[in-house]
């Protein structure tokens, strides 16, 4: 069976129960963004970190998905990191953050048509010439579906084609909000793609709000038993936490609860 990893994402506030639980905590996924202009004792932790567990980028300022062209300057800073860094791989959203020259603080969705298809796929070709390595693409929640569009998120996605990082509780929110299957969602995309999953919780505001901030809901982990009995290559799941944290140990017996999901899917698909 494939090697599954099961991690978290690194914060300040998780600092010391990661550190003191790397026996239980397989990868640990870094905002890229908080590093760009770290000092360097900031940098050269980051760097220590990564001697002893496995560290992945996680971008969220790049705006690829978008038919306006990447910013060199943003990634050209990714590059320094990633030089700096060699983490295994690193990932963005399929997402834009800008429009007109105006930074709108949010991963909003763009319109699911053929001119986005395009522009993501230039911004992904100029983001692997500068990185040297091509991002994994995140699906995104939203809580529109988005004007403008001619394809279903699904559809798109597979348009855009290369890595992918999947976060199921984004795939249960729009499933959700929007009144579609999920596990039908994962039929229709290339999940031989995926390399990484995202594991995150929300709560419910009249939609699913995915706001990180609570814990992984029971459908999420359904989910992932769903993707293990589906795919061949080993994946790297990553539970996201931006706030309200509990104790470690409840983090780490949510990391449990996903190694238990992975292992049903791997037996599903042996059987």
Same mark, same amino acid.
């Given at each position: 069976?494939?090697t599954? +990893?099961?991690g978290?994402?690194?914060r300040?506030q998780?600092?010391? !129960?990661?550190?003191t639980?790397?026996d239980?905590i397989?990868?640990?996924?870094?905002?890229?963004?908080?590093?760009? *202009?770290?000092?360097?004792?900031?940098?050269?932790?980051?760097k %220590?970190?990564?001697? @002893?567990v496995p560290?992945?980028?996680?971008?969220?300022t790049q705006?690829?998905?978008?038919?306006?062209?990447?910013d060199p300057?943003?990634?050209a800073n990714?590059?320094?990191l990633?030089?700096?860094?060699k983490?295994e791989?690193?990932?963005?959203h399929?997402? &834009?953050?800008?429009?007109?020259?105006?930074?709108?603080? @949010?991963?909003?969705?763009p319109?699911?048509?053929?001119?986005?298809?395009d522009g993501?796929?230039a911004?992904l070709?100029?983001?692997r +010439?500068?990185?040297?390595?091509a991002?994994?693409? *995140?699906?995104?929640?939203?809580?529109?579906?988005?004007?403008?569009?001619?394809?279903?998120?699904?559809?798109?996605?597979?348009?855009?084609?290369g890595p992918?990082l999947?976060?199921? @509780?984004?795939?249960?929110?729009?499933?959700?909000?929007?009144?579609?299957?999920?596990?039908?969602?994962?039929?229709?995309?290339?999940?031989?793609?995926?390399t %990484?999953v995202?594991?995150? !919780?929300?709560r &419910?505001?009249?939609?699913?709000l995915?706001?990180?901030?609570?814990?992984?809901?029971?459908?999420?982990y359904d989910?992932?038993?769903e993707?293990a009995a589906?795919?061949?290559?080993?994946?790297?799941?990553?539970?996201?936490r931006?706030?309200?944290?509990?104790a470690i140990?409840?983090?780490?017996a949510?990391?449990? +609860?996903?190694?238990?999901?992975l292992?049903?899917?791997?037996?599903? +698909?042996?059987?």
């Amino acid at each position: 069976m494939p090697t599954d +990893r099961v991690g978290l994402s690194w914060r300040p506030q998780l600092a010391a !129960g990661i550190l003191t639980h790397l026996d239980r905590i397989d990868a640990v996924e870094v905002i890229a963004d908080d590093y760009f *202009e770290a000092p360097r004792p900031k940098a050269d932790a980051l760097k %220590t970190l990564s001697a @002893h567990v496995p560290v992945l980028l996680h971008g969220i300022t790049q705006g690829l998905a978008s038919t306006a062209p990447a910013d060199p300057k943003r990634l050209a800073n990714m590059a320094r990191l990633v030089e700096k860094l060699k983490p295994e791989s690193w990932s963005e959203h399929l997402a &834009f953050v800008r429009g007109g020259g105006i930074e709108i603080g @949010h991963l909003a969705a763009p319109p699911r048509n053929a001119s986005t298809v395009d522009g993501c796929l230039a911004n992904l070709e100029t983001a692997r +010439r500068i990185v040297g390595i091509a991002p994994a693409m *995140e699906n995104i929640a939203t809580l529109i579906d988005p004007p403008g569009s001619t394809m279903g998120e699904s559809q798109w996605i597979s348009k855009i084609g290369g890595p992918l990082l999947l976060d199921l @509780h984004n795939l249960h929110a729009n499933a959700t909000n929007f009144g579609y299957d999920p596990v039908r969602f994962l039929d229709e995309i290339p999940c031989e793609q995926i390399t %990484t999953v995202h594991l995150a !919780g929300g709560r &419910f505001i009249g939609r699913i709000l995915d706001d990180h901030l609570h814990d992984v809901p029971d459908p999420v982990y359904d989910l992932l038993a769903e993707l293990a009995a589906r795919v061949l290559q080993p994946l790297t799941v990553i539970l996201e936490r931006d706030g309200a944290y509990p104790a470690i140990e409840h983090l780490l017996a949510q990391l449990d +609860r996903a190694r238990a999901a992975l292992a049903a899917g791997r037996r599903t +698909r042996a059987a």
